[in-house]
């Protein structure tokens, strides 16, 4: 129990001095007008209030996955509990901020059009199919999730409700931002860290004991912490899904003041609430094998279990709000910056309805095509693709400091890391190349080590060159 509220202690204290800190290296200037007001188009880009927004961001990022990436982390054991506080405050939070800010800073850009003005060309077209893809990967599990657990809830065919969840999508991708979005989703937002405040009081006032941190690996399978826990557990501690999802709001922020709190503080936000879920996981099911076996193969029955159990009747409206209502609200952004990352790639105005429709229903006709396909075979390669393009954020965070002769090690430390932890996954999991844990672990130190040194050596250069011109 000690830990676990000196966790929550410390991810506070983060967004107040390492957030500040990060703020202070990209640097503010709030001066200068902002994409929202320069250029509202009363579609994509609307001027709000930054409390509106930061709601907005927390539900956009959060949906499912600090509630079941923290679920399925929690059966490594407390040692989850590092990963989600000090990869939210180093690499997520750092993260998220970067891709708001580089988005606020060129006009609202999606993603992959960030990569390509500070990585080059090349990386943004690959970046373009890889962030779709993700996207709808995205969307499809935001989808396959809630529509299972209200078939259990209502014996309604699940195919009913993937298409009941893709209508509301389609309205939700198309729209104006202020009309659903900007309307609904502060509400839910709030809800949704309503709920994680109601499942914490629940353990403490039911006596449940939350284990102490410590470094032993409890999976039942035998996973070894790295780097299965680092991918495991994305939303919650660093998750690429972000960055896609930030150029949304980054077209609403009025001052740049506000890009902290709405992106570094929704991290923070969303790291509070993936430490709470990990934390019920591992005190309500008494051990991790046990949590295995009763969420069987997917946690939205262990989230309803908790919900209902730790608050009862009112824990069961929660439950349907957290695994079916929130996620749903994800997806369809997901699928919102599926559309804006097509149309900046192509630059297709999309003040025409008739041109979101053109982009937007050949991604909904891939994406329910998508959902026939096994829940846990999706989510495993969104795991790794979510990871994979975090690491591509930090590393395009990493140039633009560099260029901007910026301490760019706030990004670089952790661009390092993420990319030791992408390569050795995928060398070694199953929907990878299979290969011996040490030998995935060595490629992947590898591959790291030469970014790293490729990177060092740019910024050689770049430190020559400036001297050049100075002299």
């Not at 509990?81 to 405050?89: D, K, N, P, Q, Y």
């Not at 939205?300 to 209902?308: D, K, L, T």
Request: aromatic content about 12%; glycine content about 10%; overall charge neutral.
């Amino acid at each position: 129990m000690i830990s676990f509220f000196g966790a929550i202690i410390v991810l506070i204290l983060g967004y107040f001095v390492y957030g500040k800190f990060v703020e202070r290296v990209f640097g503010i200037d709030d001066s200068l007008q902002t994409p929202a007001l320069s250029m509202e188009d009363g579609v994509d880009y609307v001027p709000m209030n930054w409390k509106k927004i930061f709601l907005i961001q927390f539900l956009n990022i959060a949906g499912l996955g600090p509630i079941f990436g923290a679920i399925q982390g929690a059966l490594f054991g407390p040692a989850a509990f590092l990963w989600i506080v000090f990869g939210t405050i180093f690499a997520g939070g750092v993260h998220d901020f970067l891709s708001g800010y580089l988005s606020l800073k060129n006009k609202g850009v999606s993603a992959s059009e960030l990569v390509g003005i500070y990585l080059g060309e090349g990386a943004r077209k690959i970046m373009v199919v890889f962030s779709v893809v993700l996207l709808v990967l995205v969307g499809v599990v935001f989808v396959t999730g809630p529509a299972g657990l209200l078939n259990t809830l209502t014996n309604v065919n699940t195919q009913i409700w993937v298409a009941v969840i893709f209508v509301y999508y389609i309205l939700a991708t198309v729209l104006p931002v202020d009309k659903i979005i900007g309307k609904i989703y502060p509400l839910f937002g709030a809800a949704l860290i309503l709920m994680a405040v109601g499942i914490a009081g629940g353990l403490i006032v039911k006596g449940y004991q939350i284990p102490e941190i410590t470094l032993q690996n409890f999976h039942p399978d035998g996973k070894p912490l790295f780097p299965y826990l680092f991918i495991t557990i994305a939303c919650g501690a660093i998750s690429g899904f972000h960055a896609t999802q930030s150029p949304l709001m980054a077209r609403c922020v009025e001052h740049e003041r506000e890009i902290r709190p709405v992106f570094y503080g929704a991290m923070v936000a969303e790291g509070i609430i993936a430490l709470i879920w990990a934390a019920a996981a591992m005190a309500f099911f008494h051990g991790e094998p046990q949590l295995q076996a009763i969420y069987g193969g997917t946690p939205a029955v262990g989230v309803n279990e908790m919900s209902i159990t730790l608050l009862g009747p009112v824990g069961a409206v929660l439950a349907v709000l957290g695994v079916v209502a929130c996620p749903i609200t994800s997806g369809d952004t997901a699928f919102r910056s599926a559309r804006l990352t097509i149309a900046d790639s192509f630059n297709i105005k999309q003040d025409k309805l008739s041109s979101r429709f053109m982009i937007a229903i050949p991604l909904f006709a891939v994406g329910v095509a998508l959902t026939f396909i096994d829940f846990n075979i999706i989510w495993r390669y969104f795991s790794w693709a979510n990871q994979t393009l975090a690491m591509i954020m930090l590393w395009t965070g990493s140039m633009f400091l560099l260029k901007n002769n910026k301490n760019y090690m706030v990004t670089v430390a952790p661009a390092i890391y993420m990319t030791a932890v992408t390569f050795s996954y995928i060398m070694q999991a199953p929907e990878g190349f299979r290969l011996p844990a040490q030998v995935g672990n060595i490629i992947g130190v590898a591959v790291a080590v030469l970014f790293a040194v490729a990177f060092f050596v740019k910024a050689n250069k770049e430190k020559h060159v400036e001297h050049n011109k100075a002299a």
